[in-house]
């Protein structure tokens, strides 16, 4: 350790002495972040990001962490980066430090002479029986010849390849290395792969049970005696007996044995039954919310849960709307809905009973009820009421099939606009039909596997989701349709980040319906929560949400009679408005609302490559792209299609990263349908326009930088994209 630079400032060098820098200098090849979190001398530093303004401005120890100068911790340091350096491939490094005084405080700088990097000049591998396949072996990415001596790499390898046998029932597999230095730059290396015996599963012992009883545990655990021994299903076991909510501890585990008959354990400390919880809040879209939920995790006994949910909101509406910060939303009455709609509360309520192991422990069964009453401000009131059936199977770890049936009788009430957006359907008297009440009552079966490393953070692993979807006469819904949404993700590690990918793909055919079809956008009745929908946070990045697809533009009467861009002329006569002969384009694309009427045939793909910046933080660059189309709808709101690309940072947070995504369109102008309410008295009819508009929301924007950032969209997001 030199300490420096004169004998004279000695005295500035004691313990206690604020250290402001630490740096490593000379190092290569290694995570410079993780090395330095590794040594006991820090720098002072801000306790967050979020906190760097006030830092500069007050070193207070509120805002600032402070780190002082130990100097017996340097020889330390020194070692610690040695071990650190030896351990990753480079075993004849030195370190010097040097101490520098900078006015109060000190900067320490460890330099490093890193040394040559020892390499495998020769591997050999053996597998005592074939257990894994060549492809297996491969994959736990076990050092080659000409590939560092990397001990942590090596760890890492036979923790992937232990893993790899206890999944097929060898839970004392072994892994043994052998290593032999050479010389400085060289070393020979044997891996021998000794699988074992297969195990099985002995005995099962429960412990710690009051009032569940041991049966009712049993079933949760869905593993048996005599079964093979997978450390996977043990872990997934013990996740089963945490989600019944029964318990507060819940441990399953295996001692240490000799025989191939493994014993488990299981302790639990039951946890209070019944639960209710209750919140309270508040923002500028639903005003006032209440919501209240009561469980009772093991009603009627058999570990029965029941579950009671209620959430009321727009609680003072009334008084609130206009009122800073809320908006004004309130718009006339739609037909049926009375003069206050928008003003009366909404509400959901729910009561669902889920039975476990029905009639087997792989099974369960789930009954539920539900009501609703919901609003799109100004736009619609939704009501609504039905029942649910659901019939779940576990075939193995996260890997569920469920048969479904839910019936619901809703009502709609909302202007023309809504339903000619909604359901395709801009004909009065079809309109007219569907503000009755009407069903909606589907028959479905959905399967999901999940495979991944960590449910927040993914690294490795792929999920795997199917859903199919019936409704027709004989499930007692108005509408008909069949429908097929499927979709495939897969993560994997790759130049030390995450390359993540997804293919995502829906397909729904009406079946036509009692009412016929529209005449005026050429569809059959669908309703819209069944359509497909692309464009957002976790879809194509470079649009807003639902934006990429068939849409068309509304825009009332009055902007299509005002003046247009030719200094004063008006830009279409209520005759042309009455005829559909309005050529809408000297109307500045701001004025038009662009819906989304959403399709009945998607393809979606992305690809997304993440990798670690600094602390908690995480790049990330992406492509997304997407075709929406609808064969039933005419060729001016018949599909679109776009590939964007992009790039975001998240944040690693306990709930799951926070992200920030900016997605880039390449053109943002297109031809759309422009369709316009006329008001005639007491009757209003929609009309749609013979000439297409050529929307742009660059249109008149003033100026390159707006054209430019009116082509990004922004997204804030928590979880994965995908």
């Not at 009032?211 to 450390?231: P, Q």
């Not at 809040?281 to 939920?293: E, H, I, S």
């Not at 309410?677 to 924007?701: H, M, N, T, W, Y």
Request: glycine residues 10%; negative net charge; proline residues 5%.
């Amino acid at each position: 350790m030199r300490v420096g630079p004169l004998s004279a400032q000695e005295p500035l060098l004691a313990d206690g002495r604020r250290v402001e820098t630490v740096e490593v200098r000379g190092v290569e090849g290694v995570n410079m972040g993780e090395l330095q979190n590794t040594l006991a001398t820090q720098a002072t530093r801000c306790r967050s990001i979020f906190l760097r303004p006030f830092c500069m401005i007050w070193r207070s120890s509120l805002f600032v962490e402070r780190h002082n100068l130990e100097l017996a911790e340097l020889p330390r340091d020194e070692l610690r980066i040695r071990v650190y350096l030896w351990r990753r491939g480079w075993r004849y490094s030195t370190v010097q430090t040097e101490v520098v005084p900078e006015g109060g405080s000190v900067a320490v700088v460890f330099n490093v002479n890193q040394g040559p990097e020892t390499l495998f000049s020769s591997v050999e591998l053996e597998q005592t029986e074939p257990v894994l396949s060549d492809k297996q072996v491969r994959a736990a990415r076990l050092p080659g010849t000409g590939d560092r001596v990397n001990v942590v790499d090596i760890d890492s390898a036979r923790v992937r390849l232990l893993t790899a046998y206890g999944e097929r029932g060898y839970a004392d597999a072994q892994v043994r290395d052998t290593i032999i230095l050479l010389d400085e730059t060289s070393a020979v290396g044997r891996f021998v792969l000794e699988p074992g015996k297969r195990a099985t599963i002995g005995d099962i012992r429960i412990a710690g049970n009051e009032e569940v009883s041991e049966g009712t545990i049993r079933e949760a655990l869905a593993i048996r005696e005599g079964r093979i021994f997978r450390a996977g299903e043990v872990a997934e076991a013990q996740r089963a007996l945490f989600l019944t909510g029964m318990f507060t501890e819940a441990l399953v585990q295996v001692p240490p044995q000799q025989d191939s008959a493994k014993t488990l354990l299981v302790t639990v400390d039951e946890a209070p039954f019944r639960m209710v919880r209750t919140g309270v809040g508040f923002n500028t879209a639903d005003f006032v919310q209440l919501q209240t939920q009561y469980t009772h995790f093991n009603w009627l006994g058999n570990g029965r849960r029941l579950d009671v949910t209620g959430t009321v909101g727009r609680l003072f509406a009334g008084t609130l709307d206009g009122v800073f910060p809320f908006d004004q939303v309130r718009r006339a009455p739609v037909p049926g809905a009375g003069e206050d709609a928008f003003s009366r509360p909404t509400w959901q309520a729910s009561v669902q009973i889920l039975q476990p192991a029905f009639p087997a422990s792989a099974n369960s069964f789930g009954l539920g009820l539900f009501s609703h009453r919901r609003i799109e401000p100004g736009v619609v009131v939704d009501r609504g009421f039905g029942g649910t059936a659901t019939l779940t199977r576990s075939f193995g770890r996260r890997a569920p099939l469920s048969l479904l049936y839910r019936y619901e009788l809703n009502r709609v009430f909302a202007n023309d606009v809504y339903f000619c957006v909604s359901y395709g359907v801009c004909d009065q008297p079809t309109i007219a039909s569907l503000q009755g009440e009407r069903s909606l009552s589907p028959v479905g079966l959905s399967g999901f596997v999940d495979q991944v490393d960590d449910a927040l953070i993914r690294r490795d692993g792929y999920t795997v989701r199917l859903g199919l979807e019936h409704a027709s006469a004989a499930t007692l819904s108005d509408f008909h349709y069949n429908r097929a949404d499927a979709e495939i993700t897969w993560d994997f590690e790759i130049a030390g980040g995450t390359l993540a990918t997804r293919l995502h793909a829906g397909w729904v055919n009406p079946l036509g319906s009692a009412e016929g079809d529209d005449p005026l956008l050429g569809g059959t009745q669908l309703h819209p929560t069944k359509r497909f929908y692309a464009g957002g946070a976790r879809s194509v990045r470079g649009y807003g949400e639902n934006q990429l697809g068939p849409r068309i533009l509304t825009i009332g009467r009055e902007a299509l009679l005002g003046t247009g861009g030719d200094g004063g002329s008006d830009v279409c006569t209520p005759e042309e408005i009455n005829t559909g002969a309005c050529d809408p384009n000297p109307v500045e694309s701001s004025r038009f609302t662009p819906r989304p009427v959403g399709g009945t045939r998607l393809v979606e793909a992305g690809v997304e490559y993440r990798r670690p910046l600094f602390g908690p933080f995480v790049g990330a660059i992406f492509v997304d792209g997407a075709r929406v189309s609808d064969p039933t709808l005419d060729e001016m709101v018949q599909g679109r299609s776009a590939i964007t690309p992009g790039f975001g940072v998240r944040y690693s947070s306990p709930i799951g990263p926070v992200r920030i995504d900016l997605g880039i369109r390449s053109a943002a102008d297109e031809e759309l349908t422009v369709i316009t309410e006329l008001d005639e008295g007491v009757e209003q009819r929609l009309i749609r326009l013979d000439v297409p508009k050529r929307f742009d929301p660059a249109e008149g924007s003033g100026g390159f930088l707006s054209s430019v950032t009116n082509r990004l969209t922004l997204h804030l997001s928590i979880g994965e994209s995908f």
